[in-house]
């Protein structure tokens, strides 16, 4: 298995084919040593394999930060606009995003 560095740990890059029979182990090493892993198919990566928790950690939204989100557009009464004014509700916080002082 080829390495590629990364900033906090290794990722390890398995051909799909030896992901496919060793899966069990794949797991297990995920599960044991927090290891990551790159699946790769013909040399171009298809999916990345890593722990449940570190998805969440990482990657996953934060259910409070959603939760806040919802409350938000329901004070907005965003949640009852059809898609049409949603998409301009959406270009104009972008346009406020790019262009804080206009």
Same mark, same amino acid.
Do not use: C, W
């Given at each position: 298995? %080829?390495?590629?560095? !990364?900033? %906090?740990?290794? =990722?390890?890059?398995?051909?799909? =084919?030896?992901? @496919?029979? &060793?899966?069990?182990?794949? =797991?297990?090493?995920?599960?044991? !040593?927090? +290891?990551?892993?790159?699946?790769?198919?013909?040399?171009?990566?298809?999916?990345?394999?890593?722990?449940?928790? +570190?998805? =969440?950690? $990482?990657?996953? @939204? &934060?259910? %409070?930060?959603?939760?806040?989100? &919802?409350?938000? %557009?329901?004070?907005?009464?965003?949640?009852?606009?059809?898609?049409?004014?949603? !998409?301009?509700?959406?270009?104009?916080?972008?346009?406020?995003?790019? $262009?804080? !002082?206009?």
């Amino acid at each position: 298995m %080829a390495k590629i560095s !990364n900033t %906090a740990r290794t =990722l390890k890059i398995v051909p799909a =084919l030896i992901a @496919r029979t &060793q899966l069990g182990q794949i =797991l297990r090493r995920v599960r044991q !040593n927090h +290891e990551r892993f790159v699946v790769d198919k013909r040399g171009e990566p298809q999916a990345v394999i890593m722990s449940v928790e +570190e998805y =969440l950690r $990482n990657f996953a @939204r &934060q259910p %409070a930060a959603l939760a806040q989100i &919802q409350r938000e %557009a329901k004070a907005k009464r965003l949640d009852l606009l059809p898609l049409r004014e949603i !998409n301009l509700e959406i270009s104009r916080y972008r346009r406020r995003r790019r $262009n804080p !002082n206009a």
